[in-house]
């Protein structure tokens, strides 16, 4: 299905078979397309890239389609990192993490930090991290593919 161009985002590279790839929702996906492009939200003389996953009902193209800046889909990329990492050792505490000491880590960008921490708000928070742990289990080969390829990729470009 093509990625139609006649909306406010403006496609520039484009993968119109996502929906074949979509992780655990491959071949029954409503996600049809990731786009690289320009913002829907530019204003006259201001440019900005984003990255939009299209999704289509089956009738029409769904609001409920995503656009990101280009900076927020890496620091998505970050935070996963991160967490994959906390929880290739989060097996040394019974809950999975350390209740005095939610915050995982700060990572420095642009003159401050993104912290990442357990968001010990949510009241269910310990059987959370189990369920969150077990499906990272179950995917672990679809995640591993994906961040492999990234690396490659990163390597490729000079980081």
Avoid at 11 to 37: C, F, M, T, W
Avoid at 91 to 117: C, E, F
């Amino acid at each position: 299905m093509k990625i139609p161009t006649t909306l406010k985002h403006k496609p520039v590279i484009v993968s119109e078979n996502y929906e074949q790839i979509d992780g655990r929702y491959a071949g029954h996906s409503d996600a049809k397309g990731l786009s690289l492009g320009l913002a829907q939200w530019n204003d006259r003389g201001k440019l900005d890239i984003s990255a939009k996953v299209w999704r289509y009902t089956g009738e029409k193209w769904s609001r409920q389609s995503e656009e990101l800046p280009l900076h927020r889909v890496l620091d998505l990329a970050i935070l996963v990192s991160r967490g994959l990492m906390h929880f290739q050792d989060a097996y040394r505490y019974p809950d999975l993490y350390d209740p005095k000491q939610p915050i995982i880590d700060r990572v420095g960008l642009q003159g401050d930090a993104m912290t990442i921490a357990v968001c010990t708000d949510n009241e269910k928070i310990k059987e959370d991290m189990k369920l969150f742990n077990q499906a990272l289990g179950d995917d672990g080969e679809m995640i591993g593919e994906r961040l492999r390829t990234l690396s490659s990729l990163l390597k490729e470009l000079g980081y």
